[in-house]
């Protein structure tokens, strides 16, 4: 180090000396006030002009030493916090019944941090007082130490503002006469703590609390390391300093990590940035405080069996103003399908509007109990102090921004939808994404000239916007009829034409794909080929509209990125198929994903269609799963039928026949209009230009 830097250092340490030295100042200060407010009874304890007023000041002396006004907003906030904590223990308490020593007890060891909450909680309520901490295993063991008087009081967790309640706690509530007196919030901040010198390269295995390590589950993920439970947070701390592996790491707070002489490997590891824990002290009997301090009451109650007793119960809360903060329901394991409710009310149980609601209540439960009423210190804003300082006239020139700007999604560059526009693909003359319903229609597999001939002329008549067929059939077995092939093509391309119908096949080989592509008005990718990479290039590369259909077994994101992969390679005309996924279901050959129509809606700005011949593998099914993409939007479906199904040599068990397609079209059209929405070529009263696209909801 040098002499400069040493000297500076050495002038630093001074400031912050003197710093704590005003602090404790101040705080003396603020006692004596408190003092004052105890004898003056008509004295607010919170004086919201006085914070102003002093808020006001500090800002005005920071932007005088040109110091940032938010920063000094921000320890004064503190600073106004922790003094109206200390006022409130010389507040209402009787300092002489309060026994000079005290030993409170908790579950975990030192460093956990229901340790921690004890030595936050404890300079406020009983300042200079020796507070013995006792460890405990389990809740139960921490509260059975109060019940044989070895600890004054118990420290528990109820409720996290991520993992939620904690019923164990409130279990052992139910089953004992204690008092709750107290509350405290902790905010939870986990680091990742290892042996001193390690790095987070090194580490293997990281150790928590269960709670903890689902915490921080996120991070855990990209580490890649072995999780394993222990006891508490500040055990796995402990246990790693023991065990002296440099492999280990533990989740712990950073108080135990350095309590302990750990090195803090990383911070900020929590998934959810906010991780607050309350805690409650119970004692064996009430305690009275201040009048003037905000009170909660915690209540437990079961209500007999009348009709809406626990509505009325609410109303009685309702009607009086009293500010229900938490109801929890626990099945009452003696009395099936009967349930105890645990509440939290802001008020006192024997005073004002409360104490009336609770006496209106009681003739509604079969049992009533007040768990407590102690002082509010969760969740009470401090309104009266603004955040940052007033607005200097340089400040005064923030620009606001326009409209929320979205994150581009760089995988989906061209997938992803932006706004409300939606593209709309021509297959032939025929427009998919408008507001037309698209019916495409035919056999599964190109058999002969005559089979699809016949399809062709049953499909057309029954208002089929296109004809399909394939002439390459990926087929799961190698013995099953494969197709055609080109010849297949060649022939659909005849019927197509004789028909007046624009025509779509399937490709499954990249090397095929331009030739395809000249007979054909639309390629489509199966199922089975939607991750083939080298088709999907090739399919970016030609001038023909794909229909890609979802792999059995992928997900949305995954069939975006194989639309991605067509459209990167310069082909933006993709029409997208939900064709049912794999599930443990075997009633049917697939299971339709309907959501994943509205969910594509939402994410891509490329139109979605439905095939439920493939989804459900049965022709009875077809119909009523048609319908149904219908009414969630889709914007058309694939359907596949056969002159003469008895003879088809793929998929018979799905096909429809003629009179089945003129059901389904009579059962469309009124879904369709409640949507304003159509299935022939041209709306009544269209415009050539084209009516509304639908958009889903
Ligand atoms: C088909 O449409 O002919 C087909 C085989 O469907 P999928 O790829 O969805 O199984
Ligand atoms: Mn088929």
């Not at 002093?54 to 002396?61: D, F, P, Q, S």
């Not at 200390?86 to 030993?103: H, I, S, V, Y």
């Not at 495409?440 to 029954?462: H, L, N, T, Y």
Request: glycine share 6%.
């Amino acid at each position: 180090m040098t002499p400069k830097l040493r000297s500076i250092r050495t002038e630093i340490d001074k400031i912050d000396e003197e710093l704590v030295r005003l602090l404790a100042e101040r705080m003396d200060a603020i006692r004596a006030i408190g003092a004052c407010k105890r004898d003056d009874k008509d004295a607010a304890i919170l004086d919201a002009p006085r914070e102003r007023a002093v808020a006001e000041a500090w800002a005005k002396e920071a932007e005088a030493r040109g110091v940032s006004g938010y920063f000094v907003g921000r320890v004064l906030r503190e600073v106004l916090n922790w003094s109206r904590r200390n006022q409130e223990a010389t507040l209402g308490r009787d300092a002489e019944a309060t026994p000079k020593r005290l030993r409170i007890a908790f579950q975990g060891t030192s460093g956990s941090y229901s340790e921690l909450t004890i030595r936050k909680l404890f300079q406020i309520r009983m300042p200079g007082e020796e507070v013995t901490r006792l460890g405990r295993h389990t809740f139960k063991d921490a509260m059975a130490a109060l019940l044989a008087g070895d600890a004054d009081y118990v420290l528990l967790p109820v409720e996290n503002t991520i993992a939620g309640t904690i019923n164990e706690v409130y279990s052992l509530l139910n089953e004992h006469p204690v008092a709750i007196v107290d509350e405290e919030a902790w905010e939870v901040e986990h680091v990742l703590a290892g042996l001193p010198g390690a790095s987070l390269e090194q580490i293997r295995t990281v150790r928590s609390q269960a709670v903890a390590l689902q915490q921080c589950h996120r991070f855990l993920d990209e580490l890649g390391c072995v999780a394993e439970a222990a006891a508490d947070t500040a055990a796995a701390a402990h246990d790693l300093k023991a065990e002296g592996d440099p492999t280990v790491a533990a989740v712990c707070s950073e108080e135990a990590a350095r309590d302990l002489g750990l090195d803090v490997l990383k911070r900020g590891i929590s998934d959810q940035r906010i991780n607050l824990t309350r805690f409650i002290l119970i004692g064996h009997k009430p305690e009275p405080f201040d009048d003037r301090l905000p009170a909660r009451t915690s209540i437990l109650l079961s209500v007999n069996h009348r009709h809406g007793a626990l509505a009325q119960c609410m109303q009685e809360l309702a009607e009086r103003g009293c500010n229900l903060s938490k109801l929890e329901s626990r099945p009452l394991p003696e009395a099936p399908w009967e349930y105890l409710f645990y509440m939290d009310v802001e008020g006192r149980a024997d005073q004002g509007p409360l104490a009336d609601a609770l006496e209106a209540m009681r003739p509604l439960t079969n049992r009533l109990q007040i768990l407590g009423t102690y002082p509010r210190r969760v969740g009470v804003a401090n309104d009266a102090v603004p955040m940052a300082t007033p607005r200097t006239a340089q400040e005064e020139k923030i620009e606001e921004p326009a409209a929320p700007v979205c994150k581009p999604n760089l995988n989906l560059k061209n997938v992803a939808r932006h706004d409300d526009t939606r593209t709309v693909v021509r297959v032939g003359p025929v427009e998919i994404g408008t507001s037309r319903f698209v019916l495409i229609a035919g056999p599964c597999a190109v058999e002969s000239r005559k089979q699809i001939f016949d399809a062709a002329a049953m499909v057309k008549d029954r208002g089929a916007a296109i004809l399909r067929g394939g002439a390459f059939k990926p087929r799961t077995s190698p013995y099953s009829f494969q197709g055609l092939g080109h010849e297949g093509v060649e022939i659909m391309q005849e019927a197509g034409r004789a028909y007046e119908l624009p025509i779509v096949t399937e490709v499954v080989r990249p090397e095929d794909v331009d030739q395809v592509a000249v007979l054909a008005d639309m390629l489509q990718v199966g199922a089975r080929n939607m991750q083939n990479f080298g088709l999907l290039s090739k399919l970016g590369t030609v001038q023909r509209p794909v229909l890609l259909k979802r792999g059995m077994s992928a997900t949305i994101e995954e069939l975006l990125l194989a639309a991605e992969y067509i459209m990167a390679g310069g082909n933006h005309r993709v029409v997208l198929c939900e064709r049912g996924i794999r599930t443990f279901e075997t009633s049917t050959r697939n299971t339709l994903d309907l959501s994943a129509i509205p969910v594509l809606k939402s994410r891509t700005h490329l139109p979605v269609i439905v095939d439920p011949s493939h989804a459900a593998g049965r022709k009875d099914l077809v119909a009523p799963l048609a319908l149904a993409a219908a009414a969630v939007g889709a914007d058309g479906v694939i359907v596949e039928c056969h002159p003469r199904p008895e003879e088809a040599l793929c998929d018979k068990e799905q096909a429809l026949v003629g009179d089945d397609l003129d059901r389904l079209v009579q059962a469309l059209r009124p879904i369709l209009e409640s949507q304003q929405r159509h299935m022939d070529s041209k709306a009544p009263n269209e415009p050539d230009d084209g009516g509304p696209c639908f958009n889903g909801f």
